[in-house]
């Protein structure tokens, strides 16, 4: 074809009417989207007449034909004022443009078209600002577009189509946020939304409760008033030197807990999990430690020994590899309990109930046991080296 004979085409980004290129109308509808993508330096995805008719075969096209590309995006209807009558602002894209003003619940928005289609194409706000006028016409007096739909949750949906990305500030209720996104058709949106929905609804029990939690606690109760952390999660914590006397514990989780020289006198820690706790220098007289877990617990001089006569009671408790050196657990009850490799070196166990204890591997050297109950024992493997008190003094084959 020779040069004069050759048929050309005027190209404009969707909705602009500047910065027009004017390009050779190539062989194929395919080069004809590359050559324009290039000259506009955007990717073109469509093509449209100046009426808004997609175009989809080249041979539509008549020489010297306005053709405007889109990047995906319906067809913007082009306006070259605002509501207002002032110019519109032009930028380097369409989509900065044409703005538009939306008045949200008496609250001013301004933005373009492009943010307002692009993303979301078949939303309400596309179909609204897409070239249909069916809600156009509904302007306020200073030619904004009437929304009747909360400001508060709207914002981050525009900030969303803007750029993608979902920000919440902590004072915005994402459930608000997901009914404004579902009733505009922003369905990208939902799923972020009802995740955030989802974590803030989950439970916070699970969640340990620190040092701080615990001497709120103390401070807000009444000396003479039962303080209770029943089955609550203090894993990890550290509470050493706390006065915790009387406090229910039952069931909690206190794994890793730290309590090292604290009183926890009179305290009921039955069935509640100590595995791995450091109680060293704990005062615990008189504490119920029924079924108690304190594997690999440090009890290491201890006090369980109550002048009073009351005494404390650990039936059936897991101390199994515990050290316990140095505690002073006169009178204690240890029935049944499981003390496999634990270490009770220089124990004081005078009067100690030991029936049917399993105490295989128990390292009982130095300590005293006048008069302790160790009928039904398992000694398997125990060591009583040093002893302060002969065996037979004990309740062993009494």
Known sequence: MSKGNMNRVILFRNGSEIDGKVVALPQSFDALLGAAGEALGVEAKRLFTAKGGEID???????????????????IERTKCCAGGSCVAVGSTASSRDWVTLNVGGQYFSTTRGTLTTKEPNSMLARMFAGNRLWLSVTDANGAFLVDRSPRYFEPILSYLRHGQLILDKSIDPQGVLEEATFFGIESIVPLLESMIQDEQKPTDNFPLGRRDVIS????????????FQGLNLAGADLSRLDLRNINFKYANMQGVKLIGANLA???LERADLSHANLEGAILLGVKMLCAVLEGANLKTCNFEDPAGSRANLEGVNLKGAILEGSQMASVNLRVATLKHANLQNCDLRGAVLAGADLENCNLSGSDLHEANLRGANLKGAAFELMLTPLH???TIR
Request: net charge negative; charged share 25%; with cysteine.
């Open 393 to 395: 003094m004990s309740q």
């Open 217 to 228: 606690a103390l401070i807000k109760t009444s000396h003479i008033s039962e303080l209770r």
């Open 266 to 268: 009179f305290c009921c």
């Open 57 to 75: 075969d080249i041979l539509l096209i008549r020489d010297d034909e306005t053709v405007y590309v889109s990047c995906g995006e319906p067809f």
